[in-house]
């Protein structure tokens, strides 16, 4: 059965391997923030930052945060979507006449 990680598992087994959160994050050149923010919220550079340290794939310690691999590109549907939010339908702009 794969490991189970939250946000306190995964700062508690850094701990155990002698490091802390900014450790890690001065120690890769970044601002002492970097990997408690990737705790928090997504934070790609911190993210990797523990992965490594850890020697997993960050998928593996956030999969709700990488569940779909990113393609680079938008589907029309996935723009249209994102465009529709945005444009008020004529239906609106009635109602608020």
């Not at 020697?55 to 310690?61: F, K, Q, T």
Request: with cysteine; aromatic share 6%.
């Amino acid at each position: 059965m794969p490991r189970v990680w939250d946000k306190h598992s995964i700062a508690a087994e850094i701990r155990r391997r002698g490091k802390n959160l900014s450790q890690l994050a001065r120690d890769a050149g970044e601002p002492d923030c970097t990997c408690r923010q990737a705790l928090m919220r997504c934070y790609r550079k911190g993210e990797w930052i523990i992965a490594d340290f850890l020697g997993v794939h960050p998928s593996e310690l956030w999969p709700k945060r990488y569940a779909k691999a990113p393609t680079g590109r938008d589907t029309n549907a996935q723009r249209d979507e994102r465009q529709s939010q945005n444009v008020k339908s004529t239906a609106d702009m009635r109602d608020a006449a």
